[in-house]
């Protein structure tokens, strides 16, 4: 089963330390049965692995308590993007200071349509990608206009680092109202091919043939991606959305993968529906769904379609997995150009994303802090940017969400 915290990153460890409220004799048990079954993972990795703060404290004795200061920085690949990203990215950078959270980032300015994207460019984020394992990013936004390349320097970063599946989680947010409440599906989109292939030509004048690729072994990887995150997160049934009554041939290989695969997990219910109708069905009745897989250019419509249903895209966070790297970014791929520098933006969806980032590293005390003091803002209905419908600033927010950063759990 795949596991996304399997993606350890390169850390400059000070000491090492062990937390936990049961009696010694049984921890140290515990840590040299770990060490019996890491030290197999060969020397570099498994020097990267004792590196790592290791907690027992936090499933066996409650709440873990704010750590007096971290034993380890971990090294995060930034990449603020265009539109609002490098505002919703200030933001962030100002949250984790606050919480005092042990990252360090490496920001690179990656953008087509501000001339700072180039081969240079692009090779200094994949190497520190390479490094460090982890990043944070916002919309890398790819002009219209045709200049001599089909893909887009969003679509190289994805396929370089061979970042296929794609996660959005859609929550309800405590505390803000929408059409459809208490929502809670996931959404798994394959995002290396379909549509997104770019290999487009003119055959003859004013005739483009556009070509959608799919193939057997990405369909079943992205299948098995779906099944084995509701088997990991306790989900019970998947959907595959598709067209296959149309694109009987490529879309009709995607759902049969997907068959094959619903065949080697007789626990979890599978369905499949046509897209259009998905779309009509999560509009009328967004319940009847759990987790969702589908092609690419299905996904990217169903993840804005989702994100409309609990308040937009500014709320609902993503991530990107690779079997080596994690990327975590908005659910609802958006630049939001014309708010720049106005401060009207909504940070939610960056800092939730941030937020999961933190639990992927293993920080959960930092990543719940910051998951809470969110949903907090939210929930006490105060501090509201203009997208859910108050007056406050960018800054506002973020300011709030400082001030509730110490405070105990949400139930």
């Given at each position: 089963m795949y596991n996304s915290r399997q993606h350890v990153v390169t850390a400059s460890p000070q000491k090492k330390k062990y937390s936990c409220c049961i009696p010694g004799i049984m921890a140290a048990a515990l840590r040299g049965s770990l060490v019996t079954l890491v030290k197999g993972l060969g020397g570099p990795r498994w020097q990267q692995l004792a590196s790592r703060h290791l907690s027992l404290s936090a499933g066996l004795c409650g709440p873990e308590t704010p750590p007096s200061r971290a034993d380890t920085t971990f090294k995060v690949t930034m990449i603020p993007g265009d539109g609002v990203g490098p505002e919703l990215m200030t933001a962030v950078k100002e949250v984790f200071k606050a919480g005092d959270v042990p990252i360090e980032f490496e920001e690179f300015h990656l953008s087509e349509v501000q001339n700072m994207a180039s081969e240079e460019k692009l090779e200094q984020v994949l190497t520190s990608m390479k490094t460090n394992k982890v990043a944070i990013k916002g919309k890398i936004h790819a002009p219209m206009e045709y200049k001599g390349e089909l893909a887009s320097y969003e679509m190289k970063l994805r396929r370089k680092l061979d970042l296929f599946a794609n996660v959005v989680h859609v929550n309800s947010l405590p505390g803000y109202s929408t059409r459809h409440n208490n929502l809670d599906l996931v959404i798994i989109r394959e995002q290396t091919e379909g549509e997104y292939s770019a290999l487009e030509h003119e055959s003859v004048?004013?005739?483009?043939?556009?070509?959608?690729?799919?193939?057997?072994?990405?369909?079943?990887?992205?299948?098995?991606?779906?099944?084995?995150?509701?088997?990991?997160?306790?989900?019970?049934?998947?959907?595959?959305?598709?067209?296959?009554?149309?694109?009987?041939?490529?879309?009709?290989?995607?759902?049969?993968?997907?068959?094959?695969?619903?065949?080697?997990?007789?626990?979890?219910?599978?369905?499949?529906?046509?897209?259009?109708?998905?779309?009509?069905?999560?509009?009328?009745?967004?319940?009847?769904?759990?987790?969702?897989?589908?092609?690419?250019?299905?996904?990217?419509?169903?993840?804005?379609?989702?994100?409309?249903?609990?308040?937009?895209?500014?709320?609902?966070?993503?991530?990107?997995?690779?079997?080596?790297?994690?990327?975590?970014?908005?659910?609802?791929?958006?630049?939001?150009?014309?708010?720049?520098?106005?401060?009207?933006?909504?940070?939610?969806?960056?800092?939730?994303?941030?937020?999961?980032?933190?639990?992927?590293?293993?920080?959960?005390?930092?990543?719940?802090?910051?998951?809470?003091?969110?949903?907090?803002?939210?929930?006490?209905?105060?501090?509201?940017?203009?997208?859910?419908?108050?007056?406050?600033?960018?800054?506002?927010?973020?300011?709030?969400?400082?001030?509730?950063?110490?405070?105990?759990?949400i139930h």
């Open positions: 004048t004013g005739v483009i043939e556009c070509l959608k690729i799919i193939t057997r072994d990405k369909s079943r990887r992205i299948a098995k991606f779906a099944f084995d995150y509701a088997t990991k997160k306790g989900r019970n049934k998947v959907t595959a959305v598709h067209k296959a009554n149309i694109m009987k041939l490529g879309d009709g290989l995607f759902l049969q993968s997907c068959a094959e695969v619903a065949q080697l997990y007789p626990k979890i219910k599978y369905e499949n529906i046509i897209i259009d109708n998905c779309c009509m069905q999560l509009v009328q009745n967004p319940y009847q769904f759990d987790v969702l897989v589908m092609p690419n250019l299905y996904g990217n419509i169903i993840d804005n379609l989702a994100a409309g249903l609990v308040g937009g895209a500014g709320v609902v966070p993503g991530e990107s997995f690779s079997a080596e790297y994690a990327v975590f970014e908005t659910g609802a791929r958006h630049p939001f150009a014309q708010a720049v520098g106005r401060n009207i933006a909504n940070p939610t969806a960056m800092l939730l994303s941030a937020a999961n980032m933190l639990r992927h590293l293993n920080l959960e005390f930092h990543s719940q802090m910051v998951s809470d003091a969110v949903k907090r803002v939210i929930k006490q209905g105060k501090v509201r940017t203009r997208d859910l419908g108050g007056y406050s600033t960018t800054g506002d927010f973020v300011h709030a969400v400082v001030g509730n950063l110490r405070h105990r759990p």
